[in-house]
DNA sequence: CGTGCTGTTGAGGACGATCAATGACGGTGG
DNA sequence: CCACCGTCATTGATCGTCCTCAACAGCACG
């Protein structure tokens, strides 16, 4: 393939607390108990190579997948075939918590892997015992409104504004994301495809949108990767506003109210 | 105005198990006990003229708030000044869960009344009672994902397709959610501009597109009223699948498995 | 009776889709 | 080792949907 898989076909699957799964989970609140009792609710994990399906909806469920490594995407595919990409998960993120909460919901949603993805399996019937403490079902809570609010921001941006603004703040996002979990390079794991299902635009015109990007030296010239290298340029572009997802700020928030709530 | 509001206006507010708000519980997977005890939670109810703002994100916050009649919107306002309307609230709807779930996210979202609406308010300090009831903790996480479904299926649909999807997309949509809580006219109470901003076109182009759906007697011909005579044919226009939202069938699904488990 | 919001119509222009063709690269099989 | 194939990236040309600007009519309200 095209597409720079081996760069992260070696990606090394993190564990525990500074795991982008432990860092995800501490984000959303959860304590250092809860980190633990979770990654003790992991009781295998499952391998899944770039471009197979991670989750089919026709599955039999049972079961819920968590991304430990690599990168994925939830697309429905629609009549005239083609696919539409309504999220990414990154490294810690849920794939199929709704799932469980709403099993008869068939949103004719499936997961495939864009890159070689690590996959932590845990069963329904273990998640009793994470769900009867508090805070770790309030975690698993957040993360819903979580994606929730990310889905609201994208339908915000990618129906109004230019491509050039949609693709931009595209990026931005899944920027953010990624380093929120730990994740430091600045290179997407996207193929130009990937990016215009993503985005709603045809391939072509991403394609001269990502061409002006590189022109104005916000991506790398490098010509198969999406790198940023001027991401405040690129903010600028996409009109981006993070704070949708500014995790890192709700960390600090929790451990200051978590002290305060043991101190009391 | 110019909207019928009048007709809305005199909307009465039903009350317990067979109200909007509480066939919207009961679809939640709700027990009877469930829905008596969050009625209990609401200490008083709060009237929002039409056009009025229901809750700022500004506001100070501590209460949650859900609507018992009327309509209303969520927008967000961009820097070029336009609102892009992000998703509708019926009655039965909660307005602002995620304000209690995450409190530091501040998603740069207001609601607005689109027609004269009763707001039940229900205090924070609250809803740990309410919460300590497991089955009641799960109707609130399912009525997050129910949100972030319809966020997903909108997304998935209104970046692509025509306009004319679009808009017959979006009537199919909130004409359903309407009838599952109980709400039998065909009548929508929104204005052109509500669309469009919702839909992400422009006003003029709306008008277009539903002076076709006139033409197609998909929508009645009485001019100002957007009101559904040929549902069959809108869903067929939109492509429209309600499986996503068919929360009638959680309903039926959620009321045997109660009665198993109560038997068992 | 003016003001504000809504709905309606017309004309021009732009952004992006579509169609078509090419090159590059990796993987596969002979 | 080479030919073949599939995917991805790129370029050019044409076309259509929808936006923008502008103006006007109707109704409600102060």
């Known amino acids: 393939?095209?597409?720079?898989?081996?760069?992260?076909?070696?990606?090394?699957?993190?564990?525990?607390?500074?795991?982008?799964?432990?860092?995800?989970?501490k984000s959303l609140g959860a304590l250092a108990d809860d980190v633990e009792v979770f990654f003790q609710g992991i009781k295998h994990r499952v391998v899944v190579a770039a471009r197979d399906i991670v989750i089919r909806e026709s599955d039999a469920g049972g079961q819920l997948k968590v991304l430990l490594a690599g990168t994925a995407c939830?697309?429905?595919r629609r009549k005239d075939g083609d696919r539409r990409i309504v999220s990414f998960q990154h490294p810690g993120d849920f794939c199929d918590l709704y799932r469980y909460v709403v099993p008869d919901l068939k949103p004719g949603i499936d997961i495939q892997a864009l890159t070689d993805c690590t996959v932590a399996v845990i069963d329904y019937r273990d998640m009793d015992g994470l769900l009867?403490?508090?805070?770790?079902?309030?975690?698993?809570?957040?993360?819903?409104?979580?994606?929730?609010?990310?889905y609201r921001e994208q339908l915000s941006t990618t129906s109004r504004g230019t491509a050039l603004e949609r693709v931009a703040h595209l990026l931005c996002e899944q920027l953010q994301r990624r380093q929120s979990v730990g994740i430091r390079s600045?290179?997407?794991?996207?193929?130009?495809?990937?990016?215009?299902?993503?985005?709603?635009?045809?391939?072509?015109?991403?394609?001269?949108?990502?061409?002006?990007?590189?022109?104005?030296?916000v991506l790398s010239a490098t010509r198969p990767a999406i790198e940023v290298v001027d991401r405040r340029q690129l903010a600028e572009i996409a009109g981006f506003d993070g704070s949708y997802l500014d995790v890192q700020k709700l960390v600090?928030?929790?451990?200051?109210q978590v002290i305060k709530d043991r101190c009391g």
Chains 1, 2 share one sequence.
Do not use: C
């Not at 070696?10 to 795991?19: F, H, I, K, L, N």
């Not at 985005?199 to 015109?205: D, E, K, Q, T, W």
């Open 74 to 76: 939830s697309y429905k």
């Open 1 to 25: 393939m095209f597409r720079l898989w081996k760069a992260y076909r070696v990606s090394r699957v993190a564990w525990g607390a500074e795991s982008p799964l432990g860092l995800n989970l």
């Open 186 to 217: 600045t290179r997407l794991p996207f193929s130009q495809v990937d990016i215009a299902n993503a985005a709603g635009l045809s391939v072509v015109h991403v394609n001269r949108t990502i061409q002006t990007l590189r022109r104005l030296n």
């Open 252 to 256: 600090s928030k929790w451990t200051v």
């Open 132 to 150: 009867s403490r508090p805070t770790l079902a309030t975690v698993l809570w957040r993360a819903s409104m979580l994606e929730a609010a990310i």
